[in-house]
Nanobody
Framework: QVQLVEAGGGLVQIGGSLRLSCAAS????????MRWFRQAPGKEREFVAQ????????TYAGSVKGRFTISRDNTRNTVYLQMNSLKPEDTAVYYC??????WGQGTQVTVSS
């Protein structure tokens, strides 16, 4: 079955950086559209970024554009989210998604002063 396992979350100070990773199995990763979403307490899940199967096309939410970078390594079946200049409003559980169908269990990111 398809498994997506996120890692790399944690507690970081305002202005700091984190790199999330999502390891995928059970799907043809090199043909899969990969996405990152996030959900803050009391809020709906929101789109963060997506990357095309070969990594040529990336799309970002306006709130993270210029600060976050999505990338992928198809040899490792892994997608990444580099997050820089973190703000308190970036605090959320971050989820990896594949092909608009599959989801990981999420990883908590907390940005604090």
């Amino acid at each position: 079955q398809v498994q997506l396992v996120e890692a790399g979350g944690g507690l970081v100070q305002i202005g700091g950086s984190l790199r999330l990773s999502c390891a995928a199995s059970g799907l043809i990763f090199g043909s899969s559209l990969m996405r990152w979403f996030r959900q803050a307490p009391g809020k709906e899940r929101e789109f963060v970024a997506q990357i095309s199967p070969q990594g040529r096309i990336t799309t970002y939410a306006g709130s993270v554009k210029g600060r976050f970078t999505i990338s992928r390594d198809n040899t490792r079946n892994t997608v990444y989210l580099q997050m820089n200049s973190l703000k308190p409003e970036d605090t959320a559980v971050y989820y990896c998604g594949a092909n608009r169908t599959y989801w990981g269990q999420g990883t908590q990111v907390t940005v604090s002063s």
